[in-house]
């Protein structure tokens, strides 16, 4: 009798990686557990002995072993250190996709083929199809779909992956849960990011930046408040500005429009639909493609498809061409909203994620705007 295949699925605690192992063992597959220890930290926030014991729950209900790794001093040198000088220079990185190439399909990857897996699985919202070159493709759930967050993972680690959540909704995994009497079928989803968990946003970075103190201005120069520092407040932002209207002015909310690190001054301006806070041309760094370059992107008229800003963004249809030096110009059809340094452009052909590429700059409606690049 042929032994079968060995999947290794990252067993998180929560209810999406706990089906994907159900939907797999089901299927006929020797599934093991494996959880990752990404981030340690001893004060309350941290919920890590917490997601330890569910993950135990969870495969002792489904007969299976689990496995247990700690790769957060790799987290801290590959992801974290990054994730800090982004935002010491005024930018707004998304550690989650260095996570996704670093750790969840680089280091958790060897380590899960160290323990005989022929291939990995997690409990991602997205679909792989490896008949030919490796595609990375949008989930049947479109509002859960990772395909944003997923964009600069190598090709080749595509191949060894499978997401068994690519094809049901959240609803459906959550039922699937609970019919099969898993223990943590209701259990909440994780928000924001892992290693901060749901402290304040600002009180965790300032325990690890410099605060450099300056003026909030509107476009006029007007001095409006002051800010704890420019790492600490992103493009679009609407809260936690401390200010309130001029005198005679309107009352619409403020928005950060601007940064200018030149005399650390927070630029805002009110109304959403102020022109500072629409953009139809941006500049990235190099770009990664999951398999090749797009052809077009060299041309004279570039390459056309869309683009993603945020994850849950709707992809904007844009142009997109080389800048030189392996950056980008990117040019959308119809204005785009706070688009923001050190996040990523994810590029779409159809439901196909084809990579991505770090923001650089944007040019506004107005140029009034002197934004950090």
């Known amino acids: 009798m042929a032994s079968r295949e060995v999947i290794v699925v990252g067993i998180s605690g929560g209810v999406d990686s706990a089906v994907a192992a159900l939907q797999l063992a089901r299927a006929g597959f020797d599934v093991q557990g494996l959880h990752m220890t990404n981030w340690e930290d001893g004060d309350a926030y941290c919920t890590a002995a917490d997601d330890y014991q569910a993950a135990r ?40 996709v260095l996570c996704n190439r670093h750790i969840k399909f680089g280091a958790f990857l060897e380590h899960a083929r160290r323990l005989g897996a ?7 919202y997205a679909r792989i199809d490896a008949r030919g070159p490796v595609r990375l493709l949008k989930a049947a759930d479109r509002d ?17 992956a499978l997401f068994p959540l690519g094809d049901l909704t959240k609803r459906q ?35 690890h930046l410099q605060q450099e ?12 408040g002051r800010h704890q520092g420019l790492a600490f407040y992103t493009l679009g932002q609407r809260g936690g500005l401390g200010i309130g209207g001029l005198s005679g002015g309107a009352a619409a909310p403020w928005y950060v429009a601007a940064k200018r690190p030149a005399d650390r001054s927070l630029v805002v301006v009110q109304g959403r639909g102020h022109p500072l806070l629409w953009s139809t041309e941006m500049t990235t760094g190099p770009a990664f493609w999951i398999d090749t370059v797009p052809p ?11 683009v993603r800003l945020r994850h849950r963004h709707e992809p904007g249809a844009a142009t997109v061409s080389s800048a030189g030096d392996g950056f980008l110009r990117v040019r959308f059809e119809r204005p785009q909203w706070a688009i923001t340094p050190g996040q990523y452009a994810v590029f779409y052909d159809g439901d196909a994620c084809l990579g991505g590429a770090v923001i650089k700059s944007a040019r506004t409606e107005s140029a009034a705007q002197s934004c950090v690049a």
Not at 61 to 70: D, K, S, V, W
Not at 118 to 124: F, M, S, V
Not at 144 to 160: C, I, S
Request: net charge neutral.
């Open 57 to 96: 729950r969870v495969c002792a209900e489904l007969g299976i072993p689990l496995h247990r790794a700690n790769f957060s001093a790799a987290y801290r040198e590959q992801v974290f250190a990054e994730f800090l000088a982004g935002y010491q220079a005024g930018h707004t990185p998304n550690p989650d």
């Open 118 to 124: 022929e291939r990995i699985a997690t409990g991602h």
């Open 144 to 160: 859960k779909d990772q395909t944003y967050f997923l964009h600069a993972v190598p090709g080749e680690a595509l191949r060894q």
């Open 173 to 207: 995994v959550r039922s699937i849960a609970a019919e099969a009497g898993l223990p943590n079928h209701q259990r909440p989803d994780s928000t924001g990011i892992c290693f901060i968990g749901e402290r304040p946003f600002r009180d965790f970075l300032g325990r």
């Open 213 to 224: 103190p300056g003026l909030i201005v509107d476009t006029e120069g007007r001095q409006l």
């Open 296 to 306: 077009g992107i060299t041309d004279p008229a570039g390459w056309r498809g869309h």
